[in-house]
């Protein structure tokens, strides 16, 4: 099992531009999370998903968007990228709620908007 | 908002010693709480989890959880230069779905 991917690893974007960040596992969790982090500091959940065609916002949603049309991926759009999206983005995903499993990590993308 | 504090330190130790580790949260509802470890450029990995108030050990690892309090902890004992990492506690919303994050605490565990 390759577990939780991402792709990207690294990406520069300039103001505006958009991108989608790539999110794939293969564990058959019905439960997918985008997280952001910033330097120095905890992960601040961006959206999360229940299964597939089911998705719903985290802490900080706006700026971004998600689809979920399969089990096994779960991309991350930006849309008009700015500087305060600068961040370390990780995808997630857990069998369970996750209150009730642990979720497993993808490597992350590091992406800079300048 | 919900939050979750934690001491950013850094915290250093000797090896050998133990390692105390402290997380508030504001959510009187939660009821799940993780312990995820973070190595520098890395992503996050599950070091334990408790749902239930008092104390759960797993090794050198031992978390405990007074929810009177909002108070979780982890404990690292005969602590270990491999330990040296970002610890993240993280706190599941009362609805079960959102993972709440504190900041982390920074160890260092001198050889």
Redesign the interface.
């Known amino acids: 099992n390759a577990g939780v991917t991402q792709t990207p690893k690294f990406r520069i974007l300039k103001i505006g531009q958009s991108m989608t960040l790539q999110c794939a596992q293969d564990m058959n969790h019905n439960y997918m999370?985008w997280?952001r982090q910033d330097p120095?500091?905890?992960?601040?959940?961006i959206y999360?998903s229940?299964g597939a065609g089911i998705t719903?916002k985290?802490?900080v949603p706006n700026g971004y968007n998600v689809s979920r049309s399969t089990t096994e991926d779960f991309p991350l759009r930006l849309e008009l990228a700015a500087p305060s999206q600068t961040s370390v983005y990780?995808c997630a995903s857990s069998k369970a709620?996750?209150?009730?499993d642990?979720?497993y990590?993808?490597?992350?993308t590091r992406l800079t908007v300048l | 908002q919900k939050e979750?504090e934690?001491n950013?330190g850094p915290l250093s130790v000797p090896e050998g010693a133990i390692a105390s580790l402290n997380c508030t949260y504001s959510d009187r509802g939660s009821?799940?709480f993780?312990w995820y470890r973070q190595y520098s450029g890395?992503?996050?990995?599950?070091i334990m989890?408790i749902y239930s108030n008092g104390d759960k050990e797993d090794g050198r690892f031992t978390a405990q959880l007074n929810k009177a309090s909002q108070y979780v902890s982890l404990l690292i004992r005969d602590s270990q230069p491999s330990d040296s990492a970002t610890y993240?506690c993280a706190v599941?919303d009362a609805g079960?779905?959102?993972?709440?994050?504190?900041?982390?605490t920074r160890l260092f565990v001198k050889a």
């Open positions: 999370y997280y120095g500091m905890g992960l601040k959940l999360y229940v719903d985290g802490e990780f709620l996750a209150g009730a642990t979720q990590f993808g490597p992350g | 979750v934690q950013s009821q799940s993780f890395k992503s996050p990995e599950l989890f993240l599941i079960g779905f959102k993972t709440i994050f504190g900041a982390g």
